[in-house]
């Protein structure tokens, strides 16, 4: 999976967008975070949710956003373990 890397919050966040036209189902989506951790917000627009020490933000394009993080090689590893699960 390629993706477009955005630094976001001062570089204290990367966010990972899918090159590929993606509409994820938000449902499965849920599941998947979940199990990763707790999920504090839940609307249409958007899944966020804690992964130990950081927060994951997704959004049904298929982009993932990592807070705190500062390695793009981590974001594309994690984005594509996620968006794996859920495709």
Known sequence: MRFAITRLCGGKALMCASR???????????????????????????????????EITLYPQGKVMFHPLSEKEKAVEYATEILNKIL
């Open 20 to 54: 590929d036209i993606l509409d994820l189902d938000m449902d499965k989506a849920r599941s998947v975070l979940s199990e990763l951790g707790p999920i504090k917000v839940d609307d249409d627009m958007m899944l966020v949710s804690e992964w130990g020490e950081m």
